[in-house]
């Protein structure tokens, strides 16, 4: 994996698992997932009050790092809330709207996880009848997808037709296998459409259509996809059960079957910005990471055009004109990088 590709794989499941978002379309830091438990950032479980208190939560409108007092505060408020409503979730806790965990320290915690996850989805879709791997015959986009739903549920134990589906190179069928719904119990309707659209290598816009085609019936159905729902399909359609995150099975979830066809290149597809020729030129100049192991402090030092390396500027520099975030000081040698390439 290159570091392209390493960020755009982190940038897409930090959209993913960072943003919930109400059938309103109102994005939640803070929310409840399949167990009720107070969850937060990538899927941080911070249910217990010590938990909730440690997290770098910042106010949402001005910015500023909330005091432990202030954390305190806010979750003791939610508790006292909901033992008098029990059926109270943190998502729909008013005063936790105006509470925001930093995308930047979101990012950071899922490129870990992506370089760690690696060599497990390596290893859980083998190589197919030549020995060649299955994983480097997957598009950028597809490979992203297995991250994301790897990412979300721990394995791919409740995904066994997803796991066909990469084994045949079939880019529809890896589009229909990702969905599953969020740790709340809903599915993230963005999420549904990014995976289908770096799977099958359509624009995002496509991909939301047809997302709003397959959910046409949906009661959580947020008003921009219902817009989207064509009018002859909207009372017709195939039916298919899909997972959850947590990996429980949702009860009778019917699903509608779009008749639209899609590509099935090599064209990579993501809902992020394009990239610029400029941009495109210092990114192609990155080679790939380093061997397994090597440290990361090591790595970044080794990366290099001419024996010199890379400037931390540039590579900011160039993941901004893509619309991202520039990596944190400590992945590119500063004070507390910690791990190794997987």
């Not at 009372?235 to 899609?262: H, Y």
Request: proline content about 7%; overall charge negative; aromatic content about 8%.
């Amino acid at each position: 994996m290159n570091y392209q590709q390493l960020m755009n794989t982190t940038r897409h499941i930090s959209d993913n698992e960072g943003l919930f978002k109400t059938p309103t379309g109102q994005v939640k830091s803070i929310y409840g997932d399949s167990n009720g438990n107070i969850t937060t950032g990538v899927g941080i479980n911070v249910n217990s009050r010590d938990n909730f208190i440690q997290q770098p939560f910042r106010n949402a409108d001005t910015q500023d790092t909330l005091s432990s007092a202030e954390k305190a505060q806010a979750y003791d408020a939610y508790q006292t809330a909901r033992q008098k409503d029990p059926s109270l979730t943190p998502q729909n806790f008013m005063q936790f709207d105006s509470i925001e965990y930093p995308p930047n320290l979101r990012d950071s915690g899922v490129m870990d996880r992506v370089l760690s996850d690696e060599p497990k989805i390596r290893a859980a879709l083998g190589t197919d009848a030549d020995g060649n791997s299955v994983y480097d015959k997957l598009t950028d986009g597809q490979k992203t997808v297995m991250h994301d739903v790897y990412y979300a549920n721990g394995s791919f134990q409740n995904f066994p037709k997803l796991i066909d589906k990469a084994k045949n190179a079939d880019a529809k069928g890896i589009a229909n296998e990702s969905s599953f719904m969020g740790g709340a119990g809903q599915y993230n309707y963005d999420r549904l459409a990014r995976n289908r659209a770096a799977a099958q290598g359509i624009s995002f816009e496509d991909a939301q259509k047809d997302v709003a085609t397959q959910h046409a019936k949906d009661q959580n159905l947020p008003p921009n996809y219902k817009a989207l729902i064509p009018k002859s399909t909207s009372d017709s359609g195939d039916t298919s059960s899909q997972q959850t995150a947590s990996g429980d099975q949702p009860t009778a979830q019917q699903e509608q079957q779009t008749a639209a066809a899609s590509s099935t290149d090599d064209t990579e597809a993501s809902a992020y910005p394009p990239v610029d020729d400029q941009t495109a030129q210092r990114l192609a100049s990155l080679p790939d990471l380093p061997p397994a192991g090597t440290p990361i402090t090591q790595a970044f030092a080794d990366i290099s055009n001419d024996d010199t390396p890379v400037p931390f500027a540039a590579m900011s520099q160039a993941l901004t004109d893509m619309g991202g975030e520039p990596p944190p000081p400590s992945l590119l040698g500063g004070d507390g990088a910690t791990g190794a390439f997987a």
